[in-house]
């Protein structure tokens, strides 16, 4: 095995500011883990949201490390093209010496990053990243969020059987979890019968593009259903809107997608025309299991009554529990080997459910939930499951689709 300090010899690493988060003052053991994440940009809110869940979970759980302290040193990642990225795990692992890499929002980042966590033999714990396949880029990642076909694919089934669309179109952000998002929808709808008419890619994850368009070929198509996936943001605030003003609703055309579309911190803005608005996904904040209760009690009580988590802050929340019980399987003393050991058919109560990392995909296994959007009494959208299907792991695998078949 060759030294951390001797890989990618000449390269020029990328040197940010860290924060340092040690808990508790009495450990025997240090634990470093690099956390990459968007911190500055259009996504910064992304990263916020992993980052808060993270130290929300130390610092109400600090007797979960077993008397270790952890010492978080954080990178921005910026953007989702995953240069940037690459280049601060490359300085993670070589200059800071981490034992556990954690975070990535974006996909292209997660990738990018993955050859390199296998060779410097350090585990990556996925907080976000969905596309189905990214565990198989590297022996020691483990993902604790989700992938498209957590939602995608249990939705096609319940779009044909219990929405009755018979026909569907498909709009997508054209990058690697938004193709894999459309091939999950598709896989599931077909598969119980339903006809896909249209596909359309549009745009990529970085600007907000004009939707207009897109919608107005999805309008004239005349499907029962649209299925749509965008980056969770303003991207989503932009699909609400421009269904709304097209009058796509009146055409008999039902929008559909998995919670990134509905995601909590911009669910207020959407209004009355998100109402009744048909989602699939693992996480709401208006949950009512008494882990995410006391979840987003603590959220408020540290962040601002006003402030909410989202399904990204739960992935933080769990990839730190998750950090937390391999810390403590191997006494402080962390490898990857070890790590990866721990973290196979790991089990724990997280806000959105009991949730499970598959011992032979490395990937998270949850309930995936039909959610609603509703008008509450106090005038307040929230979120009503109608639907859960238990358990799922990762249909694309499970089905041995295209690259999660390799």
Known sequence: MFLKAQLFAGLMAVTLPFVAAPVPAQASNEVKIGVVLTYSGGAAQFGEQIDRGMALYM????EAF????????KRDSKRPGGDIAKNAVQELITEEDVDILAGFVFSPNAMASAPLATQGEVPMIIM???????PSLSP??????????HAGYPLGQYAANTLGCQ???????????????RNAFQTGFESAGGSLIDDIPMGGPREVPDFTPFFQRVKDAAPDCFYVFVPAGNHATAVIKTFASLGMADAGIRLIGPGDITQDTKLQDMGDDAVGLITMHHYAADY??????AFVAAWKAAYGEDSTPDFMAVGGWDGMAAIASAIVAQDGDVTAEGTMAALRGWEFDSPRGHIMIDPETRDIVMDSNVHEVVRRDDGRLGIDVLATVPQVADPCKALAIGRCGE
């Open 59 to 62: 610092e109400t759980n600090p």
């Open 128 to 134: 976000n990243a969905g596309t189905a396949w990214i």
């Open 66 to 73: 077993g008397g270790h302290s952890v010492t978080l040193i």
């Open 140 to 149: 020691y990642i483990a993902r604790v969020s989700f992938t498209m076909w």
């Open 288 to 293: 009512q299991n008494p882990e995410n209760q």
């Open 167 to 181: 026909t569907a179109a498909v709009g997508y952000t054209d990058y690697p979890p938004g193709k894999d998002s």
